[in-house]
């Protein structure tokens, strides 16, 4: 790295630490270029390149640094009956804010420990979790209970689970704004209208849950989850107990708070037509980020609009990469595959002796 560029690499750091170890960097790039440009024909300092591109290194912006929910290599074990259970396994994930997408994956493989950790309801036993600037490790018991109140919103698969039964729709939304303190009564009762309003509920505002279908309870539980404002709405399977048709309005719910209020949204979901409706669907495979589907909109020459979908696999920060099931059975790859770096792409191979290792063992 020339000095120049390292000087780059410390305007891009507002963190002093950082600065620092970048202007050494600068120092030491100097340094090595004042040694090539040595009339005496003295060979360039190796070591002090070397120094400076370690300190370049180090000045790279910390892992999701611009996220605003961070997992870094997130791991939960369980302990049942002597038996441990590995739910998470080094979970990588980023979500921007704004953001609105779901997550798919087999049961078992760890949506909901990860949505527990989100919440606040669970601590990993190892990694790295952050959401909106709070750090999910190092909560004490107060600061867990504000960020479950302020920071994030929830919504449970279970209609009966997100309501109380004897409060009215409008009553059940004021509820968590009175628990925090937040305005008088009457501009409580007036956000909750709003909130109702915005997800088509204006009527339903004084009936309790039992005098509402399913899917309009959990339209109330939405916003409920979003009464406080959150930086983050988390939902479990919340169309898991709902026909496909009302789960579609539940998700168009989700879509117009998340257009209106701009409130990021993680939404885990079984249901392959919800994950069609967003434009980012992570998938979970044995307790790990595997792949990753984008949506996005394209125009064709004749100017018409269309909605391309593609799959990626996920890479992890060590280079690590999940294969697609069907692919490692069609191929028949077991333990090893030889790679080969092309111009723009990697190629992988299954390796022609791995059948006669494998039977050797
Ligand atoms: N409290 C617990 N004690 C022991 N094991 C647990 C606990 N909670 C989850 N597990 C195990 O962790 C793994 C992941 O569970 P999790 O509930 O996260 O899966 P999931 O992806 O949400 O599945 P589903 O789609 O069925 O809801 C499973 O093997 C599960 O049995
Ligand atoms: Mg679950």
Redesign the pocket.
């Known amino acids: 790295m020339n000095a120049q560029n390292a000087r780059n690499a410390q305007n891009a750091q507002p963190n002093a630490a950082r600065a620092a170890e970048a202007a050494e960097a600068a120092e030491a790039a100097e340094a090595a270029e004042a040694a090539e440009a040595a009339p005496d024909g003295a060979s360039p300092s190796s070591l002090a390149d070397l120094e400076s591109r370690a300190a370049a290194h180090r000045a790279r912006p910390a892992y999701g640094h611009d996220a605003l929910i961070a997992c870094d290599r997130l791991v ?1 074990i ?3 009956d002597g038996v441990e ?4 396994q080094g979970l990588d994930l980023l979500v921007g804010e704004g953001e609105l997408m779901a997550v798919v ?12 950790i989100l919440a606040g309801l ?1 601590v990993p036993s190892a990694g790295a979790a952050k959401v909106a600037g709070c750090d999910l490790l190092a909560m004490d018991g107060k600061e867990r209970l504000r960020y479950r109140r302020e920071v994030v919103g929830f919504v449970w ?1 279970q209609t009966a689970r997100n309501l109380l039964p004897y409060l009215t729709a409008a009553q059940n939304v004021a509820l968590p704004m009175q628990l925090r303190g937040r305005g008088a009564r009457k501009e409580r009762a007036a956000r909750a209208g709003e909130l109702l309003g915005m997800l088509g509920l204006g009527d339903a505002r004084d009936r309790r849950p039992g005098q509402l279908s399913g899917g309009q309870q959990q339209r109330v539980a939405i916003a409920v989850a979003l009464a406080n404002d959150p930086s983050v709405l988390l939902a ?2 919340p169309t898991g107990e709902l026909d496909s048709a009302t789960a579609e309005q539940i998700f168009a719910a989700f879509r117009t708070a998340n257009q209106e209020l701009g409130t990021t949204m993680v939404i ?1 979901t ?1 249901d392959q037509t919800v994950a069609n409706e967003v434009r980012r669907t992570v998938a ?1 495979r044995d ?1 790990r980020t595997a792949s990753e589907v984008l949506r996005r909109t394209e125009v064709d020459a004749s100017g018409q609009e269309s909605l391309v979908a593609r799959e990626y696999a996920m890479v992890d920060r060590a280079g690590r990469l999940q294969l697609p099931q069907n692919y490692v059975e069609a191929l028949g790859i077991r333990h090893r595959v030889m790679l080969e770096l092309e111009q723009d792409h990697i190629g992988v191979w299954p390796d022609d002796n791995g059948t006669a290792d494998t039977d050797a063992e």
């Open positions: 939960r369980f302990s049942a259970v590995q739910a998470l994956g087999a049961s078992g493989s760890g949506k909901s420990t990860l949505l527990n669970d698969q479990d399977e885990v079984h979970i307790g």
